[in-house]
């Protein structure tokens, strides 16, 4: 049975300048930027954290959630032999991810995140909470390794929390 009436929520619209979606929300503005994420690990977490900010249209063009071989090859243009010889957990996938992202959905930046959240997938040289995170603009292009010892949705919140720390710092870098 659906009730009627209204829903309640527990979202605040006014949030703090402080929280991160909100700092992003800012300076993409501030810059005329816009963003494209791509997100393996974390299935959309980032993507969701920044449209839970009121006018994130204005700056957030949308999210690919890849988690396949195949998805991130087709969707996001990543090499097939990228992926056979680095793995999806990789510098050199995330950023041809972020490149990916970018250009698909025509952005200014493009962020990715790949990982191996758990509690399996681990294996020899590449633990479980791997991470690795991805950003291209378009001269510059960087990728930033992880291992978080969390569960698997602590690995998730972790890795996502942290891309959008980078995205930070390189918004505030420019």
Same mark, same amino acid.
């Given at each position: ?10 979202y605040n619209s006014r949030m703090p300048e402080e929280v991160l979606e909100v ?12 963003? !494209? ?28 959630? !890849?988690?396949?071989?195949? !998805?991130?090859?087709? +969707?996001?243009? #990543? ?8 793995? !999806? ?9 972020a490149r990916g992202a970018r250009r698909a959905l025509m952005a200014d930046i ?17 633990? #479980?909470? +791997?991470?690795?995170?991805? +950003?291209c603009v378009e001269d510059f292009e960087e990728a930033w390794s992880y291992a ?15 891309? +959008? ?10």
């Amino acid at each position: 049975m659906v009730p009627r009436g209204k829903i309640q929520s527990s979202y605040n619209s006014r949030m703090p300048e402080e929280v991160l979606e909100v700092k992003i929300g800012a300076l993409l503005r501030k810059r005329g930027l816009s963003l !494209a994420v791509a997100e393996s690990c974390t299935g959309g977490l980032v993507g969701h954290r920044i449209t839970n900010v009121p006018g994130s249209s204005d700056y957030f063009v949308g999210g690919i959630v !890849a988690y396949s071989y195949e !998805a991130k090859e087709s +969707l996001l243009g #990543v090499s097939w032999d990228t992926l056979e010889k680095n793995g !999806a957990v990789s510098r050199e996938t995330v950023i041809e991810m972020a490149r990916g992202a970018r250009r698909a959905l025509m952005a200014d930046i493009g962020m990715a995140v790949s990982g191996i959240a758990g509690p399996g997938g681990g294996m020899p040289g590449k633990p #479980v909470g +791997l991470t690795w995170i991805g +950003l291209c603009v378009e001269d510059f292009e960087e990728a930033w390794s992880y291992a978080w010892e969390g569960d698997r949705i602590q690995n998730k919140e972790y890795s996502a929390e942290q891309l +959008l720390h980078l995205l930070v710092d390189y918004l505030q870098g420019l």
